[in-house]
């Protein structure tokens, strides 16, 4: 995976994150320990991803970047708008072909269901689900259990004791350094 960070010139992503085939991400994207995106999604600019985050298959984080309101100019002559930031929390997971809009902040925990189109912020430790994502339910169903599982997501994986057996087979051959 180094050699693909090189590759793609991705500076600032986490030496255990990693992608699968097909994927086009901006060089900007910030990602966290643990992190994962999965084949052919598509990442524009100024997306940020938290530890222990997983992006299924075909997840796009795209839009919002085309000016279509200047009358007399057609939008592929307007240039482009000032993108927004996109952070996406530690430990949420995304389901396959879902569309997160650009500038959408999505919390810790949060889960994502399958083929969603994510337009606005989503709540932390909370399921979203259809077109356009409205809140499901919540992911824990008590406050004990988020905090937790909170307090499980400001340790370093280091200090969190996790069994490196239950990643995914990609990532198990990743040199993990716990030192």
């Not at 085939?21 to 060089?27: L, P, Q, T, V, Y």
């Not at 999604?41 to 299924?56: D, E, F, H, Q, W």
């Not at 100019?73 to 927004?84: E, H, V």
């Not at 889960?111 to 989503?122: E, F, N, P, Q, R």
């Amino acid at each position: 995976m180094s050699f693909l960070r090189w590759k793609l010139n991705l500076k600032y992503v986490h030496k255990t994150f990693y992608m699968g085939r097909g994927c086009s991400i901006s060089s900007d994207l910030i990602a966290g320990a643990f992190s994962y995106i999965g084949p052919r999604s598509l990442i524009y600019p100024k997306v940020s991803i938290g530890n222990y985050t997983m992006l299924a298959n075909d997840v796009s984080i795209v839009g919002g970047d085309h000016v279509y309101d200047m009358a007399g100019r057609p939008i592929i002559f307007s240039g482009r708008a000032k993108l927004n930031s996109t952070v996406i929390g530690k430990d949420v997971w995304v389901g396959a072909f879902v569309k997160i809009a650009t500038g959408v902040k999505i919390g810790n925990g949060a889960i994502i269901a399958l083929g969603s189109v994510v337009t606005k912020d989503v709540e932390a430790y909370s399921v979203y689900g259809g077109i356009p994502a409205k809140k499901i339910k919540d992911r824990f169903q008590n406050d004990q259990d988020r905090i937790k599982h909170e307090e499980m997501l400001n340790k370093t994986y280091q200090d969190a004791g996790f069994d490196f057996k239950l990643l995914p087979r990609k990532m198990e051959n990743t040199k993990i350094d716990v030192s």
